[in-house]
């Protein structure tokens, strides 16, 4: 069964450290996702891409944030200056079309610890 | 923007049918509903989807009125290994994908 793929699988960082987290998308699929969790708290919507460019993002992905799929196949999501409350688990996702009957594959996501 | 609302938890016993219900009041035409389930430190699995009626697969049963206002995931005779985070998930037509605050769905032997 086809999978998404993400590495690393934990990150341990200093705060105001630039990380770059990334992602293998399952290779039909054109939409992506990054989601994050929280520790004890739900999935939290970050950003969705498509045809190269950022089609929806959250209010949590601020200009500290950006992803950029650079060769086709990998989908990276950058944090620039990372700060305490990053610590968290993230989801990449991938999907075969867009919002409506849209069935997300999920990695099994990058935990992020911020010193 | 839909917006979802889920009970925070439920016990369960094995064996038993457990039904989780889900508010959606401001699904839009075009959405379906989808639910996830997610065990800890892994990330959501798909489960089912629908978008009217019934939608019935191997692991669990989707029943959704016809107002779609809300909609009921049913899984039958759980097991300690559905002992997981059960998502309600709409689609919004702007491609962002909310996740409600989940159900703790706790079973027990």
């Known amino acids: 069964e086809p999978e998404v793929t993400q590495t690393p699988s934990h990150q341990v960082t200093q705060m105001g450290q630039e990380v770059i987290l990334r992602c293998v998308p399952i290779s039909n699929h054109l939409y992506f996702y990054w989601y994050r969790q929280i520790l004890g708290q739900k999935v939290e919507f970050l950003v969705s891409f498509y045809n190269n460019e950022i089609s929806e993002k959250s209010e949590i992905f601020d200009d500290q944030f950006s992803v950029e799929r650079p060769d086709g196949s990998n989908f990276t999501l950058k944090i620039r200056s990372t700060k305490l409350e990053d610590s968290a688990m993230y989801f990449c996702a991938s999907s075969t079309r867009g919002a409506g009957a849209n069935v997300l594959t999920f990695g099994a996501g990058s935990r992020l610890t911020v010193l | 923007l839909a917006k979802t609302t889920q009970p925070i938890s439920m016990d369960s016993y094995e064996g038993q049918e457990v039904n989780i219900t889900c508010s959606h009041n401001?699904?839009?035409?075009?959405?379906?509903i989808t639910w996830y389930q997610q065990f800890p430190s892994q990330g959501p699995r798909f489960i089912i989807q629908?978008?009217?009626t019934k939608v019935t697969n191997e692991v669990a049963s989707l029943f959704i009125p016809a107002d779609r206002k809300s909609s009921t995931l049913s899984l039958p005779r759980v097991s300690l290994s559905d002992t997981a985070v059960y998502y309600c998930?709409?689609?919004?037509?702007?491609?962002?994908?909310?996740f409600g605050q989940g159900t703790e769905l706790s079973v027990k032997p």
């Open positions: 401001n699904i839009a035409t075009n959405d379906y």
């Open positions: 998930l709409v689609g919004d037509q702007g491609g962002k994908l909310i």
């Open positions: 629908g978008y009217k």
